[in-house]
């Protein structure tokens, strides 16, 4: 399975073997155009869209010669339908319908959030019967329960405002860090103390437990650090940039980790999956593996390279599709910018 990912910044071409009781990763090569980015601030769809058709054909072709696989050994391509930026899909699906109809080999359309869970199959091997996984990223913070990866996937929450990666790109910016500011708050927050502020915990008052048990809210925090920053300044006093970092992001992996486990024990789930580029979060990952130890849940979180946007997710996903036997997707499949995440498969 050569498996395309091109949904926001990063080209991703990876390889993976299905094997009737494992998936077996043979490559995974990743390019981005990140730095083309960071000077505006933010992803700048044209910019990724061009830079992904630059990239594709190298990057398939570095994937191939360091796999030692010719491309006509490729029997399926899984690509990243959505959802993402509509431009960057595009080009993804557009080389992934080439190969697909030069190779004469099926096409698997699939579900970009779904593949931050599955990419875990190729480290930790296939999911039991029932996991919970928690999908947190630049453009989603959900959680999900996952009776089978293809088929079975419910959304019991997700964040009503910004994702987790996202409030961290914003608070890094009111911090003066450069973009993404996602790994500069995790460095900081490293060196400081994370009981220094008491920053609110979003959808965790009694009153939301009915409505919102399982849903986040991470725009309120983001103001209660702009808010504390602004007062600090305004009363000439220096600010204690690593223990604002630590105490933010304290607020916002007690609020995803609680959520999580209270939900696997709502469900009698045992194992946890954490995956997106927010899961690479050393606070998120030292709170998670704390509180599942101590509730006796299996944590799995993979490598922090298989975290963030790569194309091993979608090879893993696609491989999971064709474990099951499901009919290949239309090669006049359309990308979809919103895809649910309930739809794994176009
Ligand atoms: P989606 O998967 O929802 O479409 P995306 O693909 O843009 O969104 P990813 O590439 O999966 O998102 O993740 C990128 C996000 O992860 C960015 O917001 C970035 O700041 C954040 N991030 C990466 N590493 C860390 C870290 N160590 N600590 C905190 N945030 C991080
Ligand atoms: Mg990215
Ligand atoms: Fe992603």
């Not at 000077?39 to 058709?53: D, N, Q, T, V, Y």
């Not at 992934?96 to 970009?112: D, I, R, S």
């Not at 329960?145 to 964040?159: A, I």
Request: proline share 5%; aromatic share 4%.
């Amino acid at each position: 399975m050569l498996g395309i990912e091109t949904s926001c910044d990063e080209t991703g071409v990876a390889l993976v073997r299905a094997h009737d009781d494992r998936s077996e990763l043979l490559v995974d090569a990743v390019a981005s155009s990140m730095d083309e980015h960071a000077r505006f601030g933010g992803i700048i769809p044209e910019i990724a869209s061009r830079a992904h058709l630059e990239a594709m054909v190298p990057t398939i072709e570095r994937a191939l010669s360091e796999a030692g696989v010719a491309l006509s050994d490729v029997d399926a391509v899984a690509v990243t339908a959505g959802p993402g930026l509509v431009g960057p899909l595009t080009l993804g699906a557009s080389a992934a319908k080439a190969l697909a109809l030069g190779l004469g080999v099926p096409l698997y359309g699939v579900n970009h959030v779904i593949g931050h869970a599955a990419v875990d199959e190729l480290v930790d091997g296939l999911f039991p019967d029932r996991v919970m996984a928690l999908v947190v990223s630049g453009g989603h913070s959900s959680l999900l329960l996952v009776d089978d990866v293809v088929t079975g996937v419910t959304e019991l929450g997700s964040t009503l405002d910004d994702a987790a990666g996202e409030a961290f790109d914003k608070v890094g910016r009111l911090l003066g860090l450069p973009y993404p500011g996602g790994p500069h708050i995790d460095r900081l927050a490293r060196a400081g103390d994370p009981t220094a502020i008491r920053f609110p915990r979003g959808l965790t008052a009694p009153k939301d437990q009915a409505a919102h048990a399982y849903d986040f809210s991470f725009s309120g925090l983001k103001t209660a650090v702009a808010r504390w920053v602004e007062a600090r300044q305004d009363a000439g006093q220096p600010l204690p940039l690593e223990d604002v970092a630590a105490s933010f992001a304290e607020a916002v992996a007690d609020v995803l980790t609680a959520k999580t486990i209270a939900a696997c024990r709502r469900h009698d789930v045992s194992t946890l999956v954490v995956g997106g580029g927010f899961s690479a979060n050393s606070q998120l990952r030292e709170m998670a593996a704390k509180r599942c130890a101590e509730a006796g849940i299996d944590l799995r979180i993979p490598p922090i390279r298989y975290c963030t946007d790569n194309g091993a997710m979608i090879a893993a996903l696609g491989a999971a599709v064709v474990r099951r036997g499901l009919p290949a997707s239309s090669l006049d499949l359309a990308v979809d910018s919103s895809m649910p995440l309930t739809q794994v498969l176009v």
